[in-house]
């Protein structure tokens, strides 16, 4: 089994910044993609951001020129640094990971518990 845990998060005021971090951990043989997803109240979740273990990133439109997602290979953390952060940005944040246990299993997808991030007008 794979674990993500998250961390930072909280509350700042328009066009602050905050920063999101996850760690993997567990019967870890090989991460895969990791990215961030995030879930407002009433709405659907929705990815922010993925980096593959290359290095090669994906953006939502929206958070363009705004966030930047990272990776640390060698200890299974990938974070999330937001600046100029808007309201419409409040929402859950939750980590995601492709992982595989062993050589010889697929690709499964894990998530975080999620860590909340409210940005005040």
């Known amino acids: 089994q794979v674990h993500l845990v998250e961390s930072g998060g909280g509350l700042v005021q328009a066009g602050g910044s905050l920063s999101v971090s996850c760690a993997a951990s567990?019967?870890?043989?090989?991460?895969?993609?990791m990215g961030w997803h995030r879930q407002a109240p009433g709405k659907q979740r929705e990815l922010v951001a993925l980096?593959?273990?290359?290095?090669?990133?994906n953006y939502a439109d929206s958070v363009k020129g705004r966030f930047t997602i990272s990776r640390v290979n060698t200890k299974n953390t990938v974070s999330l640094q937001m600046n100029s952060l808007k309201p419409e940005d409040t929402a859950v944040y939750y980590c995601?990971?492709?992982?595989?246990?062993?050589?010889?299993?697929?690709?499964?997808?894990?998530w975080g518990q999620g860590t909340q991030v409210t940005v005040s007008s």
């Open positions: 980096i593959t273990k290359g290095g090669i990133t």
């Open positions: 567990g019967s870890i043989f090989d991460l895969n993609v």
């Open positions: 995601k990971a492709e992982a595989r246990t062993s050589w010889f299993r697929q690709y499964d997808d894990y």
